[in-house]
């Protein structure tokens, strides 16, 4: 709980100071309560809230000056060796490790929650056969709003319950689905002897006609990639999950708003923009032209995958995903893939180069997530949806904390800079 005695900051505007508490948290910066400003006559200014703290939360800690990722205390490389994904729900779910038994009830729980309402199919036939997968992640995740009136009281914690149970199972399901519609194949039906990540294998490449053998290698490698995208704080899609839970809005309709803001390039987009910008590189001797263009001001390219709002040392994520990257193009023999290679090479050289080492800019979790789903044979489309089907106990995880406690619907204010009132002027007079 944060420390909220003693501290105080004072603000000095126009002659009259303001007091301000100042709080702390378990670890991490102090933060100072601007909450009274607005009766002052002031509002804060923060674009892109880079200073701002939006709530109290339980869920996850970011140091990203020191490249630290705690989920409920545990640092991430620990539970990435050690844990396994429906684990790592179950701790952001709960605060604590289940014990042998409530981890056992909670894998069954997930796993016969993965089917989804057979007229849910229909939904999917709305699609053109080429949309994007993540445009119809937001809609049909949104659309099982429709088909789960039992439980949407969101003031009821069983109703919050079953509902984080029923997304966290049903995601890979929805995600294989978006997969086989645009392929033209049938959906496969979810395996329950499977393991999650498992499972989510079989359910893309399994046909009816054909079973679909998964390699330990690479069934682990997906269950790490999920692991490693559970949480990350406030960022811009949780936030938006929160903001749009803060009406009171149901928990799908929430997370589909999660899912929206997760497709931007900037944020969960960007695994796919990565493979997008290595087939536009195309070749290793174009490398060196794309870091010019990356550090012109005057171009809009970036080299996707690189930098992170939060973490100015390294991303702990990636680190771990970089091991992993290694075991999957080691087991699948793909060592040498051209595409890999320029991703090899244009990361060797952005490492060492002055732009990227002043700015502090190093590869991010997505930088190596999308060169393994590549290897492992996932479509470039379907990586965000990945990465949304990991975020989703992270998103419900921190809805479920704020609609639990005491919360406010979101309402930033503004820095008005348009016209000051004028009189309407008639059509004929203009
Ligand atoms: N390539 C080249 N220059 C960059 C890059 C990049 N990937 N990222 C940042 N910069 C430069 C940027 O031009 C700016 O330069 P200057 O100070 O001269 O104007 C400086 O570095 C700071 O960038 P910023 O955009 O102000 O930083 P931000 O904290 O607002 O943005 C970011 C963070 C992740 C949006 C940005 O680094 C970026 O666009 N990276 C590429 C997209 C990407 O990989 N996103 C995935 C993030 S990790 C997964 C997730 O959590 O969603």
């Keep these: 709980m944060a420390d909220k005695g003693g501290k105080a900051a004072q603000l000095t505007v126009d002659g009259k100071t303001i007091e301000l508490p100042v709080y702390s948290g378990t670890v991490g910066p102090d933060v100072i309560d601007v909450g009274k400003l607005t009766s002052e006559g002031y509002f804060t200014y923060d674009p892109g809230f880079v200073s701002t703290a939006s709530c109290d939360s339980l869920i996850t800690y970011i140091d990203g000056d020191e490249g630290v990722l705690l989920h409920r205390g545990y640092p991430i490389e620990q539970l990435a060796e050690h844990s396994d994904y429906l684990e790592l729900c179950y701790l952001l779910l709960n605060g604590e490790l289940p014990v042998k038994d409530e981890k056992a009830k909670f894998v069954d729980t997930i796993k016969h929650h993965t089917m989804v309402h057979e007229q849910l199919v229909h939904f999917f036939r709305?699609?053109?056969?080429?949309?994007?997968?993540?445009?119809?992640?937001?809609?049909?995740?949104?659309?099982?709003?429709?088909?789960?009136?039992?439980?949407?009281?969101?003031?009821?914690?069983?109703?919050?319950?079953?509902?984080?149970?029923?997304l966290i199972a049903k995601m890979p399901t929805l995600a294989a689905m978006s997969y086989k519609y645009a392929l033209g194949q049938p959906f496969i039906f979810p395996r329950n002897d499977l393991e999650y990540a498992e499972n989510?294998?079989?359910?893309?490449?399994?046909?009816?006609?054909?079973?679909?053998?998964?390699?330990?290698?690479?069934?682990?490698?997906?269950?790490?990639?999920?692991?490693?995208?559970?949480?990350?704080?406030?960022?811009?899609?949780?936030?938006?999950?929160?903001?749009?839970?803060?009406?009171?809005?149901?928990?799908?309709?929430?997370?589909?708003?999660?899912?929206?803001?997760?497709?931007?390039?900037?944020?969960?987009?960007?695994?796919?923009?990565?493979?997008?910008?290595?087939?536009?590189?195309?070749?290793?001797?174009?490398?060196?032209?794309?870091?010019?263009?990356?550090?012109?001001?005057?171009?809009?390219?970036?080299?996707?995958?690189?930098?992170?709002?939060?973490?100015?040392?390294?991303?702990?994520?990636?680190?771990?995903?970089?091991?992993?990257?290694?075991?999957?193009?080691?087991?699948?023999?793909a060592e040498d893939d051209p595409i890999l290679r320029m991703a090899q090479r244009l990361e060797k050289i952005a490492l060492e180069d002055d732009y990227f080492v002043e700015k502090k800019l190093y590869p991010n979790v997505d930088f190596y997530s999308g060169i393994i789903l590549k290897a492992i044979g996932i479509p470039t489309e379907m990586f965000t949806v990945i990465f949304a089907?990991?975020?989703?106990?992270?998103?419900?995880?921190q809805w479920n904390e704020m609609i639990s406690g005491p919360y406010k619907i979101g309402r930033p204010r503004q820095l008005y800079v348009g016209e000051a009132r004028r009189d309407y002027v008639p059509l004929k007079a203009r």
């Design 126 to 166: 709305g699609f053109r056969r080429d949309a994007h997968p993540m445009a119809i992640m937001c809609g049909v995740t949104g659309a099982l709003s429709a088909f789960y009136h039992d439980s949407l009281d969101i003031n009821n914690p069983d109703h919050r319950r079953i509902t984080a149970h029923r």
């Design 389 to 397: 089907t990991g975020r989703t106990p992270g998103w419900i995880a």
């Design 200 to 333: 989510f294998l079989h359910m893309m490449f399994a046909t009816p006609c054909d079973d679909y053998k998964v390699s330990p290698v690479i069934a682990k490698a997906m269950d790490r990639i999920f692991l490693l995208h559970a949480d990350h704080e406030q960022n811009a899609s949780t936030s938006t999950v929160r903001m749009a839970g803060s009406t009171g809005a149901n928990p799908f309709a929430c997370i589909a708003a999660g899912i929206a803001a997760l497709w931007g390039p900037a944020h969960g987009g960007a695994n796919e923009a990565v493979l997008n910008m290595l087939a536009e590189i195309g070749d290793e001797k174009n490398i060196d032209k794309y870091v010019k263009k990356a550090k012109d001001k005057d171009d809009p390219f970036r080299i996707m995958g690189f930098g992170h709002r939060v973490y100015k040392n390294y991303d702990p994520r990636a680190k771990v995903m970089q091991q992993t990257c290694h075991e999957v193009l080691n087991e699948l023999g």
